[in-house]
């Protein structure tokens, strides 16, 4: 018998999302009639699902905050350092040239997401999206022990300024600002790598202004974003969530309520046996609200799947307890397609899923043969600027050339230039090259041709980069010369 529980039915000047009839479809959860934010406190879940999301918790801060520490082959295992260019995937360093594998990763990325959301809805957003992951199971479970449950923050709220709530609150936001620098510093290390973070923690701040800048930059904004800015940025901000509603169709698998089976909602009369209560068409739903009370996004989940759920299975936690206690079975809501709740229909691959996942496919092939015959060298080859050819006292004419030369191994590598469809002389000046390990080495080139090979002005070339007697790139570039 639930009717005498205490959160029946939310008090009407609540903050809370629910709104009544259809007129969630006018409002989003979180704004009043006059557009003024609505302060959401959900309730803690407890459950198999909230369980599950702690264990999966540790495992993720695991990998987000280890992840700069790791590295593979002297690489980190992942960096993407926008500011040299440079970017690192389990210990694979990636170069602005390797344009065409950045593209075909991107498009890789997105067929992937798109697959996976026409068939798992929001998984990604509920159990490993760093918003929610941060947001759910770090910040507010911060402020669950500092503040207690959601009536007991909103006690708080509405109490007078005394030392104790004044010590609690600045308790708990002093934790969001530290927890807020080392999620800010974690960021900068993915951006610059780990060493060059640790050189502007102990070295001279003076040299390192920019990094500074950029430290405090990201502290206030994760600071922002998990102790004021909350939810919004799932509902606001993150395009995935706006995406979901061309991606997902009565196929996919959501968090969804039964409402075959949970209308006609309404209380549990007492005394009432489930065989009565379906005479009468009461469903299982009790119109306890305890759904509403626990989503973090403030919506009703009754109300069918909306842009606002992150799929975080809270309402499901919250429904099964209630479930158990009246002793029916769970799942009233739970993960299921529209097409598995009216028709019983099991998961099933659709045309457009196998469309999508063919692409898939095609794309993963064409980026592992890009990647298996990734040249080990990348060069360049470009006239001086500014320099026109020179006539040597010997009478043939030379052309001096910019060379840009990217070792993408974890070796040193010793390269030779050859001219490779022209007779004439290559000269590296400042002699050999031996290319540090996933660095870019630059050099200046002089080439020299006698004026019978040359075409009238513009004469086409080609340079080799070999090591070890083997080319390993070829590089095309123009020779200028006297009109004849
Ligand atoms: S769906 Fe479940 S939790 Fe939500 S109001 Fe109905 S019975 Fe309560
Ligand atoms: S409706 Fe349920 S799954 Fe969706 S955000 Fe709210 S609590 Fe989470």
């Not at 026409?118 to 479970?141: D, H, I, K, N």
């Not at 309404?266 to 068409?281: I, N, S, V």
Request: proline share 6%; net charge positive.
């Amino acid at each position: 018998m639930l009717q005498a529980h205490p959160n029946l039915k939310p008090p009407p000047a609540e903050p809370a999302g629910q709104v009544e009839g259809t007129d969630f479809r006018d409002h989003i959860a979180t704004a009043d009639k006059e557009g003024r934010r609505v302060w959401l406190y959900p309730k803690q879940p407890r459950g198999r699902f909230y369980r599950a999301r702690i264990w999966l918790t540790w495992v993720l801060l695991a990998v987000m905050f280890g992840g700069p520490f790791v590295k593979i082959n002297g690489n980190p295992l992942l960096m993407i350092n926008v500011v040299e260019r440079k970017f690192s995937v389990v210990g694979v360093i990636f170069w602005p040239q390797d344009n065409l594998v950045f593209a075909l990763g991107l498009l890789l990325f997105l067929t992937g997401i798109a697959v996976f959301t026409a068939a798992f809805g929001r998984l990604w957003c509920g159990y490993t999206c760093p918003q929610t992951v941060l947001m759910e199971m770090v910040f507010r479970r911060i402020e669950y022990w500092i503040e207690g449950d959601a009536a007991a923050q909103k006690a708080l709220h509405r109490a007078p300024w005394t030392p104790a709530k004044a010590g609690r609150k600045l308790a708990k936001h002093a934790l969001f600002l530290g927890l807020s620098f080392v999620i800010g510093n974690t960021l900068l290390a993915y951006i610059i790598g780990i060493d060059a973070l640790k050189a502007i923690v102990s070295d001279d701040p003076r040299h390192h202004l920019t990094g500074l800048t950029f430290m405090i930059l990201f502290t206030l904004l994760f600071y922002g974003i998990f102790a004021r800015f909350r939810e919004q940025a799932c509902t606001f901000i993150c395009p995935y969530g706006r995406l979901q509603s061309t991606l997902i169709d009565e196929n996919t698998i959501v968090v969804a309520y039964d409402y075959k089976r949970g209308e006609q909602r309404g209380h549990w009369r007492r005394d009432e046996t489930p065989a009565q209560r379906a005479a009468r068409g009461g469903g299982d739903c009790v119109d306890c609200f305890q759904c509403v009370a626990v989503c973090p996004t403030g919506i009703d989940i009754r109300n069918g799947t909306q842009m606002e759920c992150v799929n975080c299975t809270a309402c499901m936690d919250a429904c099964d307890a209630v479930m158990d206690k009246l002793g029916r079975p769970r799942g009233l809501i739970r993960y299921a397609s529209l097409n598995g709740i009216e028709k019983g229909e099991p998961l099933r691959i659709t045309p457009r899923m196998a469309g999508y996942g063919l692409i898939l496919l095609l794309l993963g092939a064409a980026l592992g043969a890009l990647l298996l015959t990734r040249s080990p060298v990348d060069a360049t080859l470009l006239r001086a600027p500014g320099a026109l050819f020179q006539q040597t006292p010997g009478g043939r004419i030379s052309n001096l050339y910019l060379l840009k030369l990217t070792n993408k191994t974890h070796r040193e590598k010793p390269v030779e230039l050859r001219l490779e469809n022209i007779e004439g002389t290559l000269l590296v000046l400042g002699g050999q090259l031996n290319l540090p390990p996933d660095q870019q080495t630059d050099a200046s080139v002089l080439v020299e041709i006698a004026p019978d090979r040359l075409a009238s002005g513009n004469t086409p070339i080609e340079v080799g980069v070999y090591a070890g007697g083997q080319r390993l790139h070829r590089i095309k570039t123009v020779f200028i010369g006297p009109r004849k």
